[in-house]
Every structure is written in structure tokens, then in C-alpha cells.
């Protein structure tokens, strides 16, 4: 099993559409979480921490579910300029171990 | 304006010729790692730098090596390339060796191994 899972989509929706990833993570260790996001050929960038409490950042709000182990992210009102792939992150200790991705195709 | 930089950004290259690939931050971080990329894996990790003059392997360090002579440089090196470690390589930094700090990454080489 990997440490790190995500639904590899790809997740295709309408422009205006809310869209909802899942992560799951393996080892209960896990101190904190991530989500980047990764256009395609290019270096992968931080979109938002996960925060126990939850967090929001505009249309995106991130969601860690400690007893479950899985954070989530929701897009609301998605955007063309959302299309990108979305990686999962999750740091035990100094090493971080990376979801292998979730793709999103915003559309017209 | 802060950023990490990788030299190449392309490279293709024949077994068993040794290769390095550069990786310099501006940013005064501590930390530094490599990661290759590859379709339905994601990002593992190869090695990591907490400071200079310490190095550790990561998830798949077999085939590289690592140096942190000065804190702004980490260049990896591929003694004896094989087809297997045709892949994209990303290097990154943050501040500290946390995590909870947020990791800025390279633009990415792409190592092609015939």
C-alpha cells in the first residue's frame, strides 16, 4: 500500500463546477500536510497548508481528518486556470512523502 | 527574486556516463532535497540535506549521490547512469528542516538514459 494515495482522476467538470479530492495517508506520524499544485512539464508549487481545524484560501478549502487519515480539498466555482494536477503532501519528520496526483481539466 | 535554479533542464545522455546535475537556491534554506517524477509514482524522494556537510538518503538513493559543500549548492550526481533513471528531476528547498515549511522547487530536468 502506498503512504500516500489520491484518486488519479483525471476530473473533468465544467467551468463554475465544485470538485472535491480525497488523500489518504498511511502512517499515523503524519505531523503536516500539503497541497500543491503542478501544471503540466512545469515544478510543482504550494496551494494551501492543511490545517487540523481546516482552512480556506478564497474558493479552496482544505480539510484534515486525523482519525480517518485523509485530507481533502474542495474547489468551488472552478475556474479554467484550475486545470492542473493537484499532489497530496504529507511530512513525517524531515521526509515528506507526495500522492501521485490527482488531474483536473476545468472545460468550457 | 528568490528561486532555485537546475542545470540542465534537458539532458540525454548514453549508460554509464557520468553526469551531474546542478541545483543552487538564493534563499539562505537549510534544507534541500532531490526528487524524481515519474508517471503513476509521483515525487519520491532520492536524498536530503538538513545542512551543509549532512546529507541523507531518501526513498530511492540507489544509483545517486549527493554533496552539500556550501549551503546554496546540491548538485546530484549519476556515477553510472542506467535507462531506469531516464526520468524528471526536481530540486527543492525550504527554510528549515521542519515540516512545516513550505518547499520551493526547481524547474525540473528531464534525463533521458539510452
Not at chain 1, 503512504?3 to 488519479?8: A, L, M, Y
Not at chain 1, 472535491?20 to 506520524?29: G, L, R
Not at chain 2, 549521490?65 to 553510472?80: D, G, Q, T, Y
Request: proline content about 5%.
Amino acid at each position: 500500500r502506498k503512504e500516500v494515495e489520491q484518486d488519479p482522476g483525471p476530473f473533468n467538470v465544467p467551468e463554475g463546477a465544485t470538485v472535491a479530492f480525497n488523500c489518504t495517508y498511511s502512517n499515523s506520524a503524519s505531523q503536516s500536510f500539503f497541497w500543491y499544485r503542478q501544471d503540466c512539464r512545469k515544478e510543482p508549487k504550494l496551494l494551501m497548508s492543511v490545517y487540523s481545524s481546516g482552512n480556506e484560501d478564497g474558493r479552496f478549502t482544505a480539510q484534515l481528518n486525523r482519525a480517518s487519515q485523509y485530507i481533502s480539498l474542495l474547489i468551488r466555482d472552478s475556474k479554467l486556470s484550475d486545470s492542473a494536477t493537484y499532489l497530496c503532501v504529507v511530512n513525517i519528520g524531515v521526509e515528506e512523502r507526495f500522492g501521485a496526483g490527482t488531474r483536473l481539466t476545468v472545460k468550457p | 527574486e528568490a528561486q532555485v535554479t537546475q542545470n540542465p533542464r534537458y539532458l540525454i545522455t548514453v549508460t554509464g556516463k557520468k553526469l551531474t546535475v546542478t541545483c543552487s537556491q538564493n534563499m539562505n534554506h537549510e534544507y534541500m532535497s532531490w526528487y524524481r517524477q515519474d508517471p503513476g509514482l509521483g515525487l519520491r524522494q532520492i536524498y536530503y540535506s538538513m545542512n551543509v556537510e549532512v546529507t541523507d538518503k531518501g526513498d530511492v538513493p540507489e544509483g545517486y549521490k549527493v554533496s552539500r559543500k556550501e549551503k546554496r549548492n546540491f548538485p546530484l550526481i549519476l556515477e553510472s547512469p542506467s535507462p531506469n533513471q531516464t526520468s524528471l528531476y526536481f530540486c527543492a528547498s525550504r527554510l528549515g528542516s521542519g515540516g512545516y515549511y513550505e518547499q520551493y522547487f526547481g524547474p525540473g530536468t528531464r534525463l533521458t538514459v539510452t
